[in-house]
């Protein structure tokens, strides 16, 4: 798929809506991403690993790390594509067995690069990173879908990560309008909404 039928594709399984929703910031968008959804979809959801495949052969890595649970299905879906080991992290250890907090193999000093479905700010991925770092584990690159170009990217390099986007919302925006998704009005409100930080 081309980049503009993926977007297509995204939005009419409900992965981009538009409307009227409140994040737990309080804060109202006009729009809202959930790639959630694409377990439901598996031939989009096949489509969005091999759209991440063109960026992470730009990249030197020895395997790949998800964040629970958006990415799990999105990580193993790139992973079908590149052939590349991955691992994730759990969200707390577990109390029994080996009370690990990343499922898979590696070992120290790996470089691995994280993957997810969005970002908004880079806090998020920050605090995933930490239990990677402390695993040995070297972590330069960030690879993402979609880019809500409201912080994240200025976040991570503040912090020494660089960030990788297959789209950046406001790319997104103006392929449904092109489409007759969005009208004049509707494409200018969306891209000011990206002006204002939310937290998802």
């Known amino acids: 798929m081309t980049k503009k039928e993926l ?17 737990k910031s309080g804060i109202v968008s006009p729009n809202y991403v959930d790639l959630r959804v694409l377990v439901s979809y598996p031939k989009v959801l096949s489509e969005v690993g091999k759209s991440y495949v063109p ?33 994730y992290t759990r969200k707390e250890a ?3 067995g080996t ?16 993957i997810d479905d969005v970002i908004t700010t880079g806090l998020s991925k920050i605090e995933v990173l930490k239990p990677l ?12 879908y979609i880019d809500r170009e409201q912080g994240g990217r200025e976040e991570l390099e503040a912090k020494g990560y660089r960030l990788h986007s297959v ?12 489409e007759g998704i969005l009208s004049d009005t509707q494409l200018q409100e969306n891209l000011n909404s990206l002006k204002t930080r939310k937290s998802l």
Request: hydrophobic residues 45%; charged residues 25%.
């Open 99 to 114: 009370k690990k907090l990343i499922e898979g193999e590696y070992k120290k000093g790996d470089k691995v690069v994280l």
């Open 167 to 178: 789209v950046r919302l406001s790319e997104v925006f103006k392929l449904l309008h092109q």
């Open 55 to 87: 960026l992470l052969k730009k990249l030197s890595f020895d395997r790949m790390a998800g964040i629970p649970y958006a990415a799990l299905p999105i990580i193993a879906a790139v992973g079908f594509h590149n052939h590349k080991p991955w691992m």
């Open 94 to 96: 577990k109390n029994y």
């Open 133 to 144: 770092e402390s695993e040995g584990l070297k972590i330069k690159d960030i690879v993402v």
């Open 7 to 23: 977007v297509m594709s995204l939005y009419k399984i409900g992965a981009i809506k538009f409307g009227k929703f409140t994040f």
